[in-house]
């Protein structure tokens, strides 16, 4: 049994960092960490190889860890429901979600206040605040037990994002016909992707979202009030709230690009963008960010002669600034901040720093705002064999994306490793 | 610098704070309470860090509002989200 465990210390950690103030890092305590902590989990969940942490969701102020076996801890604000537990109460440290002890969950998500799950058979459940409709019953309650959307009884669910106010749902379609996406929530800012009469600015019905040109939908990633998705051969289509104070989309837009891009993970007022090759781009800017400086960095799209107009330049990715010859392998942002994983194991954070989210040691208060990509830590060699690690929130996982604001957890599957902080 | 200007439609009623609301980045809520805006304030804090939003509103509800003595029923009705309530 202690062999068992040490080999699972050996191959998992969880580490987290960011504000705390309602318990979202699991620590045990409503302090911010400047510095990122080492999770620990239950006993019951680290005992077995079927409990190691597969994917981490973080919400609005708190976060869900989803175990290979299929089973789910929440911790952090719980005052919506958002956790699962039955009650409204804040959770410190993660704490197993009993609802979901007799199934097996596949897929996870955290909004601002709400949380999606997808089981392995394809059912969806949510819980907490609905009051936008977000949580996708046909009305506006909130509900603090995960429950089940009957929308999706007689349709497969494989994959839920959700946003401040809204959620996506990436469906299985009939055979032969390709998936589909469905949308609820808040549709003020066009993140339901679909136009609603000006006099409904929510609904609580899932609707299917059109416009993506027989694409195989593969990622979804909803944050703020934007939405996201990626398809099979590297489209990606954007909506919502207009970056860098554009206007809003109400439809799907296919970013005009030649850039194949394989993952995609939204802040509040930025998207991260990771190409097949390893490279970074951005759109909009995060807190504090120059979009102009980052402007005459790149010639990233198709036509070099697009004209400058400010929609155009919008929807322009620009590539970020400091990772020449650097290859990533994983991203992930926040509202404010931003994190990527490289291909030999080092993680990256850039953007707003106030709550530590950065990971780096500042003078508490002090407003840090970072528009390079710098180093928060650094793996021993012997990680570098394993090329696979991956972060959430700010980070995320490869294939799932969910980042959201304040805090960071880090994943890290891999060999135990010491961190080292090596000043900006 | 105001982090974002947001419409009082898209503000939530908090009953416990006695302040409409909007998420804030840091994960607490940007505040601003019916007195203020009475006085015709327009910038709402976050009480955990140093971002503060620019409130779109016309003063002149809120004026008619406390007359009435209707407070958030007036508004909720036409234009606010619903309050949360936990099943």
Redesign the interface.
Known sequence: MEEEEEEEREVEEVWSWG?G??G?LGTGSFDDRHLPQLLSFPPRAAASAARRISQIACG??HSIALTAGGSVLTWG?GT??QLGHGD?ENCLKPKPVEFFEQIVISYISAG??HSGFVSDSGSLFTCG?G??GQLGHGD?????SPTRVLFFASKHAKKIACG?RHSLVLSKGPSGLGDFLYAFG?G?RGQLGTSLDSSR??IAVPQAIHGFKGDEMIAVSANGDHSALLSANGHLYIWGRGFSGTSDSHLPQLLPSSLKFSQVTLG?NHALLLTDCGEVFMLGRM?GGRQESLEMHVPLCSTPSITPDEVCRAMTPTRVPGLDGVKVIDIGA???HSALVTENGTIMTWG?G??GQLGFTVEV?L?LLLEVPAYILKVEESFYEKPNAAIYHPVVKAKGSDLR???TICWITGLCHRSRLQPS | MS?DDVEIE?M?WNEELGAFTY?C????LFQITKADLKLGEEIARCP????YITVIYNQEDFMDDNKSNRNSKTLSSTKL???????
């Open positions: 504000a103030s309602e979202q609005g102020a604000r919506c429901g409204v601002w206040n605040d009051s936008f506006y309650e909130s509900h603090s401040m808040s003020r600015k929510s509040w807190l926040g509202a404010e707003w106030e709550h208060g407003l604001p304040p805090f | 982090y898209d939530e998420p980045p840091c994960g607490d955990s860090c140093s971002l989200p619903q309050t949360v309530t936990v099943a």
